[in-house]
Each structure stands twice: as C-alpha cells, then as structure tokens.
C-alpha cells in the first residue's frame, strides 16, 4: 500500500498568511493526487486534482503543485472561510489512501 | 445539486450485520462510479470499496474483503454496504463519494453515517 504522510498536522495561521501544508508518498505516484478541505460535520470538498488541477469553483488562492513522491497544498492568503482540516489522497493504485490531516485554526 | 445521504449506522453487537445506504440527488447516478470511505474515531481516512457505474467492478480494502459487499440500485438511486461479522475497529462514520470520472478521487461526498460497535 502506498503510506501518505502529511506535514505538519497542525497548523497556526492568521488572516492573510501565506499557508503550505505538504503530502509526502512512499512511492512515486505521478501527479495522481487530489486535495481536500473539511469542516466539522460538513462533507469533505474537493480542491485539487492531478496535483494542480483546480476543481471547478475553488478559489485560486488554492495551488496545488508536486509530482512523484513531494507535493503541497498552498494557500495564498488565507481567508475565515479556509480554517479547517485538509487533505491529500492518492489515486496512483488500489488501495486508495490518504494523508492524516492538516488543521489549520486560527493563530 | 449533487447531493448524497446516507443511512443506516448505529449501535451494533460484534459479529452482527448492517446494510448502510446512501441515496444520490442532483446527477445521473447510473453515469458514475461510487465509493465508500470510513474514518475511526481518532484516525484518518480509510478507503473501503468502490462500485463502477455499471455495477460490473467492485474492488475492496484488504480489511473488510470478504465480510464488505458493495452494490448499487440504479432504479432507486442507491449505494449499499453491506457489513457482515462487525467487529469493533469497524466503528466508524462511513461515507459515501461519487467518483469524479472513474479516475478515483472524489467530487462530492456525503456527510456520513455513524456505526459503533460495541456489546
């Protein structure tokens, strides 16, 4: 099974940070990794695809980039509505897996 | 809109079973593959199986193969899970989320149901 680690799992930012938060895969998986964001007791929203493919209706200030086993979720100036978990998943191979999560609440 | 719900969690006594549902809204729900995801209290997210849009594919985690089935009601809008034997690292919210293409990620998902289980 592909292991995705996520760093850091907790993250302090304020208004207006630049935020990057980074998915790291024991095994090359190309550019097959998506993004998620998370609110308590809401779905799960997609906001990245292919590593950098932005879902349609995500803001820009969401960039996704990497390829291989290194990737990051950047958040250019983050917004009130941004504080939540986020994170990645790869699609690289079966089984599907996922990174631990990355909270991101108010400094 | 796209709107999925699921059903069916609760409390459950150790080896019983459970069927968990979720019911699609807002698309064409014959037109895409469906997944089921679950998350432990205190855990991260774990991919449990998927459906392809025919029905015709169905692959599982290594944890629930053989007591895990997946299927699909495409009359009714429907994805089941069905749970045999349940054991307590099954206790979990249990999602469902709509394949974005047959790609394997997902575009939307539901809010979850809670199954615990426990004597």
């Known amino acids: 099974d592909i292991q995705m680690t996520q760093s850091p799992s907790t993250l302090s930012a304020s208004v207006g940070d630049r935020v990057t938060i980074t998915c790291r895969a024991s095994?090359?998986?190309?550019?097959?990794l998506a993004w998620y964001q998370r609110k308590p007791g809401k779905a799960p929203n997609l906001l990245i695809y292919k590593a950098s493919s932005l879902e349609s209706g995500v803001p820009s200030r969401f960039r996704g980039s990497g390829s291989g086993t290194e990737f990051t979720l950047t958040i250019s100036s983050l917004q009130p509505d941004d504080f939540a978990t986020y994170f990645c998943?790869?699609?690289?191979?079966?089984?599907?897996?996922f990174g631990g999560g990355t909270k991101v609440d108010i400094k | 809109q796209v709107q999925l719900e699921e059903s069916g969690g609760g409390v459950v006594q150790p080896g019983r079973s459970l069927r968990l549902s979720c019911t699609a809204s807002?698309?064409?729900?014959?037109?895409?593959?469906m997944h089921w995801v679950r998350q432990a209290p205190g855990k991260g997210l774990e991919w449990v199986a998927v459906?392809?849009?025919?029905?015709?594919?169905?692959q599982y985690a290594d944890s629930v193969k053989g007591r895990f089935t997946i299927s699909r009601d495409d009359s009714k809008n429907t994805l089941d899970l069905q749970i045999s034997s349940l054991r307590g690292e099954d206790t979990a919210m249990y999602f469902c989320?709509?394949?974005?293409?047959?790609?394997?990620?997902?575009?939307?998902w539901g809010q979850g149901t809670l199954v615990t289980v426990s004597s």
């Open positions: 095994q090359s998986i190309s550019t097959w």
């Open positions: 989320a709509r394949d974005w293409g047959q790609v394997w990620f997902f575009d939307y």
């Open positions: 459906i392809s849009y025919d029905g015709s594919d169905k």
């Open positions: 998943q790869q699609y690289n191979s079966f089984p599907l897996t």
């Open positions: 807002g698309f064409t729900f014959s037109d895409y593959t």
